[in-house]
């Protein structure tokens, strides 16, 4: 049960923000940040723990780590602590996102496109020794 919710948890999002809350939106909140520190999410989905008030010390926490280098990236790179209603911020963060999500898109599709065509050069070329090999 715990892996299909985490699963469903992480593929489902675009963006994770984080009200105010208790334990389980600690643990949320850690599991993502752990996933961006392990590279199964990239660095640049937005991460947002939402009410400056409620986690100025746990992002304090977690900077004591940075500096003591238990962390790969800064917390800078993970997430971002808000305003509960700074919305601006966070729809500024999802149109970069996204658009750096539709670039990597077409990246990869251009860097398929372009190994499809090395992989039927490269077919062709066994062809041709196969038939150099039969001739000789």
């Not at 996204?98 to 077409?106: E, I």
């Not at 599709?109 to 065509?117: A, D, G, L, M």
Request: charge should be positive; charged fraction near 30%; hydrophobic fraction near 40%.
């Amino acid at each position: 049960y715990f892996f299909s919710r985490l699963l469903t948890f992480v593929i489902l999002n675009e963006a994770f923000l984080h009200y105010i809350g208790g334990w389980g939106t600690q643990q949320e909140f850690f599991t993502t940040i752990t996933l961006k520190e392990q590279g199964v999410l990239p660095l640049e989905v937005p991460v947002f723990l939402m009410g400056t008030k409620h986690y100025q010390r746990l992002k304090e926490i977690i900077e004591k780590l940075e500096e003591k280098g238990y962390l790969n990236y800064s917390t800078e790179e993970l997430f971002k602590v808000l305003n509960v209603d700074d919305r601006e911020t966070v729809r500024s963060a999802m149109r970069s996102y996204h658009a750096k999500a539709h670039k990597l898109d077409l990246d990869i599709k251009r860097v398929r496109k372009e190994f499809k065509r090395i992989a039927e050069k490269l077919e062709k070329i066994g062809l041709i020794a196969q038939l150099v090999r039969a001739r000789a």
